[in-house]
């Protein structure tokens, strides 16, 4: 009994020898394992403060950028208004001209239908037939239908009856 005691006892001996060099390789490749996990570790906490840091700086870029969009467009929109009212300035303006424009060719057509209605129905029908037949026109409108009868009459009738024509319209 002794014996296998002592058998037993050395075999004992020789697996715990066996699992202690086990147990030895296992913990020597943990530690590398962990060792190169650390340095892993740290190149993932670089990058990633990296990542950080252009984030921020891309988020101020934008923010700046922003700003200076939002300057231009209150710029763009000072000149669209600045535009706009000189606009109506000028469609004012251009309102005011049209109807001085009017007034003047008022006056001037009532002049010169006071200066047909002095002439003779004969020398006004010579010149009214000699000129643009749409001034002849715009001049006859301006006579009495009394005195434009007789400068009619002495009126070549084909211009006469031509001028009648555009009278009418």
């Known amino acids: 009994m002794k014996v296998i005691l002592i058998v037993l006892f050395m075999v004992n001996s020789l697996f ?6 086990r147990l030895f390789d296992c913990t020597e490749i943990f530690q590398e394992r962990k060792s190169e996990l650390l340095v892993e570790l740290e190149r993932i906490d670089e990058q990633k403060q990296a990542l950080n840091s252009l984030k921020v700086a891309t988020e101020e870029l934008l923010k700046q950028k ?13 000149k669209l208004a600045s535009i706009t009212q000189k606009e109506k300035n000028i469609q004012e303006m251009l309102k005011q001209n049209e109807l001085v424009l009017k007034e003047l060719k008022s006056t001037k057509m009532s002049k010169i239908a006071q200066t047909f209605a002095k002439m003779k129905p004969a020398s006004a029908s010579n010149i009214l037939s000699d000129m643009n037949e749409q001034e ?12 434009v009868g007789k400068i009619l009459t002495k009126m070549d009738p084909k211009k006469a009856s031509k001028l009648t024509q555009l009278l009418s319209k």
């Open 16 to 21: 715990s020898l066996q699992t202690s060099d």
């Open 66 to 78: 922003e700003s200076k969009l939002n300057q231009k467009e209150e710029s763009v929109n000072e």
């Open 136 to 147: 002849a026109v715009d001049i006859l409108q301006s006579l009495k239908p009394k005195v």
